[in-house]
């Protein structure tokens, strides 16, 4: 395995990427990148704050995706002694001091993991973290990873990106833009997301996205908008999330589209108007229920409210879930949504109850 150090904070002088002798700012981070040895597993830790002047380009190398060897780029405590990976929770900065620029660009290179990076810039109209482009590239994987500011945090581009992973972290847009879409994966083939956080967007839906698995994460939404906006033909699965003060959950908008949602609990902005799961001329859904839902009728437009959907109080979850106005989603013991859930959506007998909900889903996924 190979192994290369940066550190953010250092600038001038000699160096050749070793722990004793690291690359240097932003500058020396896109060295290290460019002189990665294409196909080998290598881990690159990095430190410190890095203040870019301009999109890091991570086009030149990556891993082998044949022989499952990865480019890991893992963010370190900020110390001058010691090279120890952050906890999960704390992240390494990738800070675009407001440029106009995307932060990050992942072009046309396979399997490439980030672990705990903290891709921010507050400038408007601007992309944190952009995969896809030109050609088929595969494996992108951001594990405990946040984007906040801009327009977009995470952006699949316009090429033909296979599998993109996002496990864990905290994703947010909102600069003042006419549209932020949080995370905007449409052209992205193949898209998991676990035990993510995902906050609103401003005038769009938070996550748009093709096919793939959305589970144990918790989303918010503008709450004129849906949180989920289905495109395309792929098919969708989304199950154990919370939906929090959104304007709408799941909405299918192709022909092709095909949903499967089941554990979910529904916190309507506006219990009276805004619906949970809507499909309209477009779509099929071809499983809803087991969810838990602040509306009591109404809510499943396009997809009939399955027979065993819970309803809740309209109270932004205070009766169900310990302190949900501070991310605190874990279930009451006095909560509707203990053990009335379903373990798995399929053609198997169903042998028992899980809870509805995001909080349980929640764990780190190792590749």
């Known amino acids: 395995m190979d192994t290369v150090y940066v550190d953010g904070t ?19 981070l896109q060295t290290a990148l460019d002189a990665v040895n294409n196909g080998n597993e290598t881990n690159m830790y990095v430190r410190n704050t890095f203040s870019l ?24 405590e900020d110390s001058e002694d010691s090279w120890i990976e952050l906890a999960d929770g704390s992240y390494n900065i990738w800070d675009g001091q407001g440029g106009v620029f995307d932060n990050c660009k992942v072009k046309d290179v396979d399997n490439i993991w980030f672990k705990h990076i903290h891709f921010y810039n507050a ?24 984007g906040s500011e801009c327009a977009r945090a995470v952006e699949g581009g316009g090429g033909l ?29 193949g898209v998991t997301m676990l035990g993510v956080k995902v906050g609103p967007g401003e005038g ?4 748009i996205i093709n096919n793939g698995t959305i589970a144990g994460c918790v989303i918010e939404s503008d709450t004129a908008r849906y949180a989920i906006l289905h495109e395309y033909n792929g098919h969708l699965e989304v199950y154990n999330n919370v939906f929090y003060k959104v304007g709408g959950g799941i909405e299918l908008d192709s022909l092709g589209a095909s949903l499967v949602e089941y554990n979910n609990i529904y916190d309507l902005y506006d219990a009276a108007a805004n619906v949970a799961v809507f499909v309209g001329s477009y779509g099929t859904a071809h499983y809803s229920d087991y969810s838990a839902c602040n509306r009591a009728s109404g809510a499943f437009v396009g997809a009939a409210k399955g027979a065993n959907v819970v309803d809740i109080a309209d109270d932004d979850l205070v009766t169900e879930c310990i302190d949900p106005a501070n991310d605190d989603f874990r279930l009451k013991p006095t909560s509707l949504c203990l053990n009335t859930g379903r373990p798995t959506y399929g053609d198997g007998v169903n042998t028992g109850y899980t809870d509805i909900g995001a909080w349980q889903r929640i764990s780190r996924i190792r590749r």
């Open 123 to 146: 400038a408007a109209g601007r992309t944190i973290f952009d995969i896809g482009h030109t050609g088929t590239h595969y494996n992108i994987a951001l594990d405990h990873c946040k």
């Open 204 to 207: 769009r839906e938070s996550i």
């Open 10 to 28: 250092k600038t001038g002088g000699a160096n050749n990427g070793s722990s004793s002798d690291p690359y240097e700012g932003a500058v020396g």
């Open 161 to 189: 990106m296979h599998n993109l992973t996002i496990i864990g972290g905290e994703y947010s847009a909102g600069r003042p833009v006419v549209y932020c879409v949080v995370i905007d994966v449409q052209n992205v083939t």
């Open 53 to 76: 002047g301009a999109t890091i380009d991570v086009d030149a190398a990556g891993g082998d995706k044949q022989f499952n060897r990865w480019l890991t780029i893992i963010g370190c």
